[in-house]
Each structure stands twice: as structure tokens, then as C-alpha cells.
């Protein structure tokens, strides 16, 4: 394999800009700018000053639903109008169409920066296993250019949906990485708390991570969007601490006093991840408040405050849960700057570190994960000298690499007039 030379880079844990030598899909050597002899690489690319970072790790992205704004919205703005929008259009869903819009935001967000995506299509009687069967072609077919992981995802539900739990294993059967879960679509609480251990029955059948949307409220006074700290007993019971992650969980926004206090103690515990959806949180919640409108966000701050697993990511692209995004997870992160009262330095870089190291952790890449020897040579270049001021000018991505391969580049050219 062709080795990469990337010249003066900044890079994290370095004053001084750096050389970094890609070989073997690694980072072979990290040594001062100009010290590392040219013959050592095939090709070389100079970064001029310009920070690099690990590549942007995507936790939650329905592929198979992006792009379908355009053919039904969601007029009501709300979760069950959302619902019922795309299970109207599920119901009419092919491969080759599925495949087409998937590959359309799997281009976006490789241009953006991102190297790894966990993709949750939906597996229900409406469409079976045909997003599924997508995302697991597409894994094969991008291998090198992103790494994708699939979740079985059960949209409409288990209980109310017969024939779940064998769509479910057919989809883990055949290759899917994580078995998903939609612990508030069931008809009332005790079937959702069926719903949740049915997930993790298949969790441990197949050996897998859990990773299921959960509380998607404003508030808890519905039971079913109040089921952390059952899952997260669930967790313990079943001894998966740190394997499985929750979406969403807007609903802990409503929390206040010592039930706070006592459900970031039992999330911490369990050893969840919690990953909020910023974009989707604020545009569908809140919808019923006249006054005194709710954010309709899980709290992000407070949640760093007590150390619990935090990420973010896009969840959905033009369509009924979503109806904008172009699968850029800076822009998610600005996004939950601006409503989630982040504005300092140390914000910005902390926003940065979630969608690169935080996210990585979440979904199980984050050992040799960075931009230290021996680490995964997936790379994204921005134009910008340092990562709190590319996310604010909202950088380009000059370069993104994958595997020590460069899979992107991106120019941008501005002239200005004065007279």
C-alpha cells in the first residue's frame, strides 16, 4: 500500500506543526514539520498550517429515510405525524431507490468529514428487512470510504407488530452489527418494558450492542418516555453496562431535584450512553406549548457535569422527522451550541471532541482512534488552524482520509470586490 506523507499539520498535544507519515492504514510516524524526508511517501499533501483531527464518527443516521421530504412532509410537525408519514411512504419503498437516496448522504457526509456511521434502518412488517438488506450492501460497497454499521431498527414497534422478533434475527442473522429497539412505540408501559427485554433477549442471543431511541418527550408524564432507569436495570441485570446506547431521551430535560440527582447516578451505574439528536429533539418537540415553548433537549452541560457518556449526531436528512441537514456533523454540533447555552472556547472544543473521541466511544472504534502513532490513519483536514474556530467559521474539509487513502477534497474559493 502507498504511503501518505501530511505536511505541516496542526495537531492536538503539539505546539509546533507536525509531519504525520500514513502507511498501512496507520499513522506510522507523527515528527516536526520538515524533519521526515520526502522519499519516505508516494504522495504527499501539505496541510499549510490547518488543523487535523480524527475523522467525524456519525452515532445515528436513518439512511434509508433520507431525502423523502420532498414527496410527503410532515404537515404536523409532530413525532406521530412523522411516524405516520413515512409509514405511508415505506409501504411503496424499493431497493434501487433506497439505495440511491442512501448513497446520496453517504457521499454528503464523507465529504463532511465523516469516516464512521452507525445507520439505523427500519426492519417492520411495512418494509421487512429491505433497509436493512440495503444498509449491508452498502456497508460492502463503501468499505474503505467510510465504515458503516448497521442496527436493526424497530420503527413501528415489537408487541403491536407480530412477526418482529423474526425480522429482527434475520436482519442480525445476516450481518447486522447492533439490534435496535423504539421503547415508547407499544400501547402502553408494560409493553414497552416487554418491547426492552425482548431487545436485549436478541442482544444476547447474537452477541451485540443494544441501541434503542427512548423517552422522546418534553416531559415524563407519559410512563412510556420515562424508561431509563428500567433500562438501565436491565442493563445491570443483564451485565451489558457499556454496551448500550440510548437516543433521544428528551424526556431528562424535564427532570429536576434529587430524581435528577438519582437518574444520572442509575444512567452512570449502567454505564449508558446518551445521544441527543439536536436537529430532530427541537423540531418536534414543544409542538403543543403556547407559551413558555420548550427546547425539547436532553440537557447536554449538566450531563458533562456529572460525567456521563455524552454524543450527538444527525439522526435524520430531509424528511418527516427532519426536514433539513446535509449530514454534517459540525453543523449538528453549532447547532447545540447555539440552543444549549455553549459559547465559550472551551465549549466549542468540547463539541469538537463529541463528534470525533465521544462518538468514537459510543460506537465501539475508539481504541487506536486519534492522531498518535499506531492509530487508525481516518483523518479529516480543515481549513481552519485550530478545531473551536472550524467549527464556528464552519470550515471546509480541505482533505478526509480514509485508510491513509484520500477519499474527499474540497476547495473553496471567495473573491472579494471593493471599490
Not at 448513497?103 to 434502518?121: H, S
Not at 411495512?126 to 460497497?141: C, S
Request: proline content about 4%; glycine content about 8%.
Amino acid at each position: 500500500m502507498s504511503a501518505l506523507l501530511l505536511k505541516n499539520a496542526r495537531i492536538d498535544d503539539y505546539a509546533e506543526l507536525q509531519d504525520l507519515l500514513l502507511e498501512d492504514g496507520k499513522i506510522a510516524v507523527v515528527a516536526p514539520a520538515g524533519t521526515l524526508p520526502a522519499d519516505r511517501a508516494s504522495e504527499s499533501l501539505d496541510c499549510e498550517n490547518r488543523a487535523v483531527l480524527p475523522g467525524f464518527v456519525e452515532t445515528h443516521l436513518h439512511l434509508d429515510k433520507a431525502l423523502l421530504d420532498e414527496r410527503m412532509p410532515n404537515l404536523a410537525g409532530t413525532l406521530e405525524g412523522a411516524i405516520k408519514v413515512t409509514g405511508a411512504l415505506k409501504s411503496k419503498f424499493e431497493m434501487d431507490d433506497v439505495l440511491t437516496r442512501s448513497r446520496k448522504v453517504l457521499d454528503m457526509a464523507i465529504a463532511q468529514g465523516t469516516t464512521v456511521i452507525r445507520t439505523q434502518p427500519d426492519v417492520d412488517p411495512i418494509v421487512h428487512t429491505l433497509g436493512a438488506d440495503a444498509m449491508l450492501a452498502l456497508r460492502d460497497e463503501y468499505r474503505g470510504r467510510v465504515d458503516l454499521q448497521v442496527v436493526a431498527f424497530p420503527q413501528e414497534g415489537i408487541i403491536k407488530a407480530p412477526g418482529e422478533v423474526e425480522l429482527l434475527e434475520e436482519c442480525l442473522r445476516n450481518g447486522a452489527d447492533v439490534v435496535g429497539g423504539c421503547t415508547y412505540n407499544e400501547v402502553d408501559v408494560d409493553t414497552c418494558k416487554e418491547h426492552i427485554q425482548q431487545v436485549f433477549d436478541l442482544a444476547e442471543k447474537y452477541s451485540v450492542p443494544v441501541d434503542m431511541h427512548c423517552d422522546f418527550q418534553v416531559d415524563d408524564s407519559d410512563p412510556r418516555y420515562a424508561l431509563v432507569e428500567y433500562i438501565a436495570g436491565v442493563t445491570i441485570e443483564r451485565g451489558m453496562q457499556g454496551r448500550v446506547t440510548l437516543g433521544h431521551m428528551t424526556s431528562l430535560g424535564a427532570l429536576a431535584g434529587q430524581h435528577r440527582v438519582e437518574v444520572w447516578d442509575r444512567i452512570k451505574q449502567a454505564e449508558i450512553n446518551i445521544v441527543v439528536l439536536p436537529f430532530t429533539d427541537m423540531h418536534l418537540n414543544g409542538r403543543n406549548d403556547d407559551h413558555n415553548v420548550r427546547r425539547g433537549l436532553a440537557p447536554v452541560k449538566l450531563m458533562w457535569d456529572v460525567d456521563i457518556s455524552v454524543g450527538i449526531s444527525s439522526n435524520n436528512v430531509r424528511n418527516a422527522f427532519t426536514p433539513f441537514g446535509n449530514a454534517d456533523l459540525m453543523d449538528v454540533a453549532l447547532f447545540l451550541a447555539q440552543v444549549g447555552h455553549m459559547g465559550s472556547p472551551d465549549d466549542f472544543r468540547r463539541l469538537m471532541r463529541t463528534i470525533t473521541y465521544a462518538n468514537a466511544k459510543i460506537v465501539g472504534v475508539g481504541t487506536g482512534y486519534g492522531t498518535k502513532v499506531g492509530d487508525r490513519a481516518d483523518l479529516v483536514v480543515l481549513d481552519a488552524p485550530d478545531s473551536p474556530t472550524g467549527l464556528l467559521d464552519r470550515a471546509v474539509r480541505t482533505a478526509v482520509i480514509k485508510g491513509g487513502q484520500v477519499v474527499a477534497r474540497t476547495e473553496k474559493t471567495t473573491q472579494l470586490f471593493r471599490r
